[in-house]
C-alpha cells in the first residue's frame, strides 16, 4: 500500500512566526499535494506539485509556500503564520492528475496561538 | 466552481442497522472517491469508483456520474463504523473537491 508520512504530527506556533511542515512519499508518486482541513468540513488544496523544483497554486494557496526538492518530498512552509491557520495539514501523493487515486498521510495538526 | 453536497450531515444508528450516505455534486465529474475520517483524524480512502457499483465487506459503493450522484451504503453498522465519511469528485481539470462529510454514530 501506498506510504506517506508527515512531520511533525503536531506543532504549535506563535503568530507570526515560521512554520515548515514536510512530507515524504515512497511510492514513486510524480504528484504530490497539500490540504488543508478545519473543523467540522472537508479538506481543501492548498498547492500540489507534479515534478521535483515546481509547485503549482491549489485553491486556497494565500499565506502558503510550498516547496518540492526532490520526487519524495514535498514542504509546506507558512511564512508568517496566523491565528487563521490553525487546523489539521494532509498531504497527500498520486501516480498522476485526474484520473489517479490520491494517498493521504496522516495529517499534522497545527494551532497558530 | 465545483460544488459537492453530502447527506445526511450527521447520522445516528443502532448497532445492526444500516446506513445509506448520499453525494450529488453540481458538475461533471471524472471520478468520485469515498474517504473514511477515523474520530482521531486520520483519513483512508474506501472506495474509487469512476462508475457504477463496487462492493467491499459490508460497504457498497454506487456512482451514477450522468445524473451527479453517488451513495455509500453501510450495512449491519458497528460501533466501529463511527467516524466521518467524505466523498471527494476529481474535476476534469484534476482537482480533487472534498464534500463537507457525514458524521456517523453508532452506539451498542
Known amino acids: 500500500e501506498a506510504a506517506v508520512t508527515q512531520s511533525p504530527r503536531s506543532k504549535v506556533a506563535v503568530t507570526g512566526g515560521k512554520v515548515t511542515l514536510s512530507c515524504h512519499q515512497t511510492n514513486n508518486h510524480d504528484y504530490m499535494y497539500w490540504y488543508r482541513q478545519d473543523t467540522g468540513h472537508g479538506l481543501r488544496l492548498i498547492h500540489y506539485s507534479y515534478v521535483a523544483d515546481s509547485t503549482e497554486k491549489g485553491d486556497i494557496p494565500d499565506g502558503y509556500k510550498a516547496s518540492r526538492p526532490s520526487q519524495e518530498n514535498f514542504s509546506l512552509i507558512l511564512e508568517l503564520a496566523s491565528l487563521s491557520q490553525t487546523a489539521v495539514y494532509f498531504c497527500a501523493s498520486s501516480d498522476g492528475w485526474g484520473g489517479y487515486e490520491q494517498y493521504f498521510g496522516p495529517g499534522t495538526r497545527l494551532t497558530v496561538l | 466552481g465545483q460544488q459537492v453536497q453530502q447527506s445526511p450531515a450527521s447520522l445516528v444508528l443502532q448497532e445492526g442497522e444500516n446506513a445509506e450516505l448520499q453525494c450529488n455534486f453540481s458538475s461533471t465529474a471524472t471520478r468520485l472517491q469515498w474517504f473514511y475520517q477515523h474520530p482521531g483524524g486520520r483519513l483512508v480512502s474506501l472506495f474509487y469508483n469512476p462508475s457504477g457499483t463496487k462492493h467491499t465487506g459490508r460497504l457498497t459503493s454506487t456512482t451514477v456520474t450522468n445524473e451527479r450522484r453517488g451513495s455509500l451504503h453501510i450495512s449491519s453498522s458497528q460501533t466501529t463504523d463511527s467516524g466521518t465519511y467524505f466523498c471527494?469528485?476529481?474535476?476534469?481539470?484534476?482537482?480533487?473537491?472534498f464534500g463537507s462529510g457525514t458524521r456517523l454514530q453508532v452506539y451498542a
Open positions: 471527494a469528485i476529481v474535476q476534469v481539470v484534476g482537482q480533487l473537491t
